[in-house]
């Protein structure tokens, strides 16, 4: 059993940084791949960056060059350090865990979600 906490969301301008974190329970995390999703009002859960069990990472094109996923197993953590905001990032991130290999950009392959935390990109 896997529980994901994610924090580090608010309220920032056109152009300014925020750095997510989801905090893990578990003393299997560093086994699990990891995802980052959003949900904007209106619209579908959709995969924004995910990393591996060994650190390999992937990138939707419009988080490409803004967007870095990290992950510390010995803190059973992992962040999305966003740059350069704009105001279509705004929605609910969430983190999710895969018991998978390499990068799963499937949320159908997901264990365990976190509950999200809300980033908003004023204009």
């Known amino acids: 059993q896997v529980r994901l906490v994610e924090s580090g969301g608010g309220l920032v301008q056109a152009g300014g940084s925020l750095r997510l974190s989801c905090a893990a329970s578990?003393?299997?995390?560093?086994?699990?791949?990891v995802g980052w999703f959003r949900q904007a009002p209106g619209k579908e859960r959709v995969f924004v960056a995910g990393?591996?069990?060994?650190?390999?990472?992937y990138y939707v094109d419009s988080a490409k060059g803004r967007f870095t996923i990290s992950r510390d197993n010995a803190k059973n953590t992992v962040y999305l350090q966003m740059n350069n905001l704009k105001p279509e990032d705004t929605a609910l991130y969430y983190c999710?865990?895969?018991?998978?290999?390499?990068?799963?950009?499937?949320?159908?392959?997901?264990?365990?979600w976190g509950q999200g935390t809300q980033v908003t990109v004023s204009s």
């Open positions: 999710a865990a895969a018991w998978r290999e390499g990068v799963v950009l499937d949320s159908s392959s997901y264990n365990y």
């Open positions: 578990g003393r299997t995390f560093s086994r699990y791949a």
């Open positions: 990393i591996s069990r060994i650190g390999s990472t």
